[in-house]
């Protein structure tokens, strides 16, 4: 069973920086990517970036700043988040889903959602 758990969120000042790690359990990397989301009061949820064997997809709204990477020997795959802004400001959570038919992005059936971890960005 496919189990992921976030950390690392908090709060900083616009223009800070955070790191978030995601403890992966259970799940066959070759098969799968993995993907990092966040979701704001009131928005949708969005996709931030996502992984699979060393390569990496980023949202246009993260690109330059967040960079997203994966230790697999860990079990963990972490996003750094640079000049971080307010409009960043939401739950961060960590999802997987096989990498096969959907390709290396940010749609399609992701799963096995973490509890989230939560970044507040102030101005």
């Known amino acids: 069973q496919v189990q992921l758990v976030e950390s690392g969120g908090g709060s900083v000042q616009a223009g800070g920086s955070l790191r978030l790690s995601c403890v992966v359990s259970?799940?066959?990397?070759?098969?799968?990517?993995l993907g990092w989301f966040r979701q704001a009061p009131g928005k949708e949820r969005e996709g931030v970036a996502a992984?699979?064997?060393?390569?990496?997809y980023y949202a246009d709204s993260v690109k330059g700043r967040f960079s997203i990477s994966q230790d697999t020997a860990k079990n963990m795959v972490y996003l750094q988040m640079n000049n971080l802004k307010p409009d960043d400001t939401a739950m961060y959570y960590c999802?997987?889903?096989?990498?096969?038919?959907?390709?290396?992005?940010?749609?399609?059936?992701?799963?096995?959602w973490g509890q989230g971890t939560q970044v507040t960005v102030s101005s």
């Open positions: 992984i699979y064997t060393g390569q990496e």
């Open positions: 999802a997987a889903r096989p990498i096969y038919p959907y390709g290396l992005h940010l749609q399609g059936p992701f799963g096995n």
């Open positions: 259970g799940l066959i990397y070759s098969r799968n990517c």
